[in-house]
């Protein structure tokens, strides 16, 4: 309880700003090379680190970013990662949190690019993956239930998220299911106010924005680094929802618009962005890499990634606000309990896949155990489970 109604951020940290600094490039990146698992599972990783381990932030403060991100497009994980970088060090933590998270998958896939085009195949990581899905299950779970003691605090948001959960697990969209935690919300307090209003008008002129940008940037047929550039600037403007949405946006833009790539080396991109860490869009790094060597590939890496730090930019400062309005406060809650069942729902297919035997099923309840009774950090548990699927060659 004493966490979710700590003292604004400046109160808690004294330190210097080069020490907030120092401390969000650390974490980020550690976070960049240990951070498997997709989104959901990032998301848990920086919830443990900032809320539970460091205290940057309360549990509510956390929620509520993670309320915001999910209103606007780009890769929520790393969204947050931005967020939490402004909160403590300013527009330099801001710059330095996504450099840190990004950089070190970035790098793993100009590298396998580099592979991919010499040899032909990639290296295979099935036996590392088996061994880390269990483990990350285990740190999405927590997150789940820590998160919601703050998400659920009465009775009709977990009514909401109840339903919010119900309509994700039929397959209803996650802009729709946002939707109705925000109309719920409305609805709770009477009528938005433009606190509201101002924030998803400043995230829509961003978009705005730069959608009308990639229109000149992105019609290019011939293979160019600006087109390269404005191609993902593009999807990056424009994308919500999952790695598997990224795919499909790939798959229009690069295969049947411009006959750039091959159905197999997209699939083969998106493979490179689910079994390296941190951000599943460096996907676009390995395209990129293919169309046009390391500069194709940092010019990808920065078109897509470059909305979610003008977007986190503009909205971040409103976010503070929207939660002193009572109304847009109760928005806020709406939609904050439906991420949380978008989160929960993504845990339950995540476990799915992940836990598949009796030897994953242990894994996962001894990972959970350590974390819920010794605290054990996350990046440790990430790798010991690396380790043992590596040594049971995928079992």
């Known amino acids: 309880m004493a966490t979710d109604t700590a003292p604004p951020i400046a109160a808690r940290t004294p330190e210097p700003r080069s020490a907030r600094l120092r401390g969000v490039a650390l974490l980020f990146t550690r976070l960049g090379f240990t951070a498997f698992g997709g989104p959901a599972a990032h998301i848990a990783m920086m919830e443990d680190e900032v809320v539970r381990r460091r205290g940057w932030l309360s549990r509510a403060e956390f929620l509520d970013l993670v309320g915001a991100v999910n209103l606007i497009p780009g890769p929520n994980s790393t969204e947050i990662a931005l967020h939490v970088g402004h909160r403590r060090a300013g ?5 330095v949190a996504g450099a840190c998270f990004i950089g070190p998958a970035m790098g793993m896939a100009l590298v396998l690019a580099w592979v991919y085009q010499r040899y032909g195949t990639l290296p295979r990581a099935a036996g590392v993956l088996a061994g880390i899905k269990p483990v990350i299950i285990a740190v999405v779970v927590q997150a789940v239930w820590s ?3 703050t998400a659920l605090r009465t009775r009709t948001l977990t009514l909401l998220a109840l339903a919010a959960g119900a309509m994700a697990a039929m ?17 709770a307090r009477g009528e938005r106010r433009r606190d509201e209003e101002r924030f998803g008008a400043g995230a829509g002129v961003g978009v705005g924005a730069m959608a009308v940008a990639t229109g000149v940037a992105a019609g290019a047929a011939s293979v160019t680094l600006p087109a390269i550039f404005g191609v993902f600037l593009k999807i990056g403007s424009l994308l919500f929802g999952s790695g598997y ?5 790939m798959r229009t ?3 049947e618009r411009r006959g750039w790539l091959s159905e197999g080396q997209v699939l083969d991109a998106v493979a490179v962005g689910q079994f390296t860490p941190g951000p599943l869009l460096t996907t676009a790094t390995f395209a990129g890499s293919l169309l046009a060597g390391v ?21 971040g400062p409103l976010v503070p606000r ?3 309005s009572a109304t847009a ?3 806020l809650d709406g939609v904050n309990a439906a991420s949380w069942a978008l989160m929960a729902v993504a845990a339950w297919r995540l476990g799915r896949g992940a836990v598949v035997d009796w030897a994953t099923a242990a894994l996962a309840v001894v990972a959970a155990m350590l974390l819920a009774r010794f605290r054990v950090n996350s990046a440790w548990l990430v790798l010991g489970g690396g380790l043992i699927g590596l040594a049971r060659g995928g079992g």
């Open 253 to 255: 833009e690069l295969v």
């Open 295 to 315: 500069p194709g590939g940092l010019a990808a890496t920065a078109g897509i990634f470059l909305p979610a730090f003008v977007l986190v930019a503009l909205s």
């Open 147 to 149: 998160l919601g003691r």
């Open 322 to 324: 929207l939660r002193r």
């Open 171 to 187: 397959g209803v969209g996650e802009i729709a299911v946002l939707a109705l935690g925000a109309g719920a919300g409305a609805a």
């Open 245 to 249: 949405v990224l795919a499909s946006f």
């Open 329 to 331: 406060g109760a928005v």
């Open 91 to 95: 527009f330099a933590g801001l710059l």
